[in-house]
């Protein structure tokens, strides 16, 4: 046998799941010689820029000193966090939120808290529908359940907003659940109250649930992302959203990386009806038994979560502004598709190449990492048709994440960008010399260059 071989043999679903984008990148990351002044400049993960405020770190530490921490909790988590969660959450949505400590359950992360809904609501063969480009864990974890993900295909006349009307053209029978991210990811493409209402009444109409995965809401500004959980209204009303309770319909998802700036204390949270959440503790105590107990008890501090808005409101702030830095700095010939939340999506100006492509030269050579759209779709996917774009444009674009990296990095990241423009005019040779590995195919820098753009988007 040779070394690494396996004397038994893996299963379907993760032989036909593609492996984790993220390390993938980092390959191309660890190929870049820094020259000196020349670090490389790491847009790719969706990762807080920020340390927790001091606050956070000082109820975390002490938490985690706590005997009491080291013990098991009920599979949906803290009662004292849940109950504080319903109240916090009442900050982002409005007061009159009809939201209790009965509708949520903690998780140990945001991606767990989709994998443990959809296990509860589609069996091996079903379908949930993802907008495209999809959030890759989400489209990866339906595949190792062997759910299938159906694309609902977003475009750039849209600004990468999903249209209810052709997600109704794509429910069949086997039809369980549609999936949302917004803002999202990976187009930054913000989502308004009223689409939002409308998917609502499409799942309700077609006894779907409508899963919303709210990562990156408190990056919004300024009000409530969306109206549904508002509490019915006094007099009878024609929408569908309204006339029933969220929870016939609506599961909330949320995550607490981004927020509080903690990805690697893994804490996430499921807000949906109890009679739901029955099933879901079944599946989180398989998935979890409990989510981690530390940060927790450390958010369940009396006071924390609310002293705790201001720092969010200042990250947010920060954030906003530096899109609109990136915006401007961008150079011409890069057009931004949608921006929001954590990220900025954009079109690359090399014609015929594909995203792939230039997102492993921009690292291995240019030292700026960022994540091509051939990792939120899938490759043989069909594009285009009324309305839709070409698949040679569909292929250029490129996510960029705006919250990884301080303002004075954005201005750099978009000088080396402009680099490769002057390298044309200038039609130096470095950009057009041979990649330095087999990784992707020999790519001339210089391509479209010449032709004419569109303006740069909003
Ligand atoms: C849309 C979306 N959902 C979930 C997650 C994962 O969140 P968590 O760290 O809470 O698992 C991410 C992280 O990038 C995300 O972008």
Request: hydrophobic content about 40%; proline content about 10%.
């Amino acid at each position: 046998m040779s070394p690494g071989s396996l004397a038994f043999r893996l299963s379907r679903s993760v032989l036909s799941t593609i492996s984790p984008p993220i390390p993938q990148a980092r390959k191309w990351a660890t190929m870049y010689v820094p020259k000196a002044g020349r670090p490389l400049l790491d847009m790719s993960q969706g990762v807080p820029g920020v340390p927790p405020p001091k606050i956070l770190l000082d109820a975390l530490s002490k938490a985690s000193l706590s005997p009491d921490a080291c013990g098991y909790c009920p599979p949906t988590g803290e009662p004292s966090l849940r109950h504080a969660m319903a109240q916090e959450m009442k900050t982002v949505y409005g007061q009159a939120a009809d939201i209790t400590s009965d509708d949520i359950a903690i998780t140990s992360g945001c991606n767990m808290a989709f994998i443990a809904t959809v296990m509860c609501l589609a069996d091996a063969g079903d379908e949930i529908i993802l907008p495209v480009p999809w959030y890759f864990n989400h489209q990866m974890s339906l595949n190792l359940l062997g759910i299938k993900a159906v694309p609902l295909l977003t475009c750039t006349e849209e600004g990468f907003t999903p249209s209810p009307h052709t997600c109704a053209s794509l429910i069949s029978s086997k039809t369980r659940a549609i999936a949302l991210v917004t803002p999202n990811n990976p187009t930054g493409a913000i989502y308004s109250p009223a689409l939002i209402a409308s998917f609502a009444d499409l799942a309700k109409q077609h006894n779907l649930a409508l899963i919303v995965d709210e990562t990156y809401r408190d990056f919004i500004n300024p009000g409530p992302p969306h109206s549904l959980f508002s509490p019915l209204p006094p007099k009878p009303y024609h929408g569908a959203h309204l006339t029933k309770s969220w929870r016939e319909t609506f599961v909330h998802l949320f995550s607490f990386s981004k927020s509080y700036c903690i990805p690697g204390h893994r804490l996430g949270l499921i807000a949906a009806s109890p009679t739901l959440l029955r099933h879901i503790t079944t599946t989180l105590d398989c998935l979890q038994i409990c989510p981690p107990r530390p940060p927790q008890l450390a958010f369940a501090s009396p006071s924390l979560l609310p002293s705790l808005r201001p720092s969010i409101l200042a990250n947010a702030t920060a954030l906003v502004e530096r899109h609109r830095l990136f915006r401007e700095l961008l150079p011409e010939k890069w057009i931004i598709g949608a921006q929001g939340g954590y990220f900025a999506f954009v079109k690359h100006p090399f014609m015929g190449v594909s995203a792939y492509d230039v997102c492993a030269r921009l690292a291995t050579e240019v030292g700026v990492l960022t994540l091509p759209m051939q990792f939120f779709c899938d490759e043989d996917m069909e594009v285009g048709g009324e309305g839709g774009e070409v698949k040679g444009d569909w292929e250029r674009w490129i996510r960029f994440s705006v919250a990884n990296v301080d303002d004075e990095k954005v201005r750099r990241v978009c000088e080396r960008l402009k680099e490769c423009e002057e390298t044309k005019r200038r039609n130096l040779k470095s950009f057009t010399r041979d990649s330095p590995d087999t990784l992707f195919p020999r790519v001339n820098w210089l391509i479209e260059l010449g032709q004419p753009f569109a303006q740069k988007g909003h």
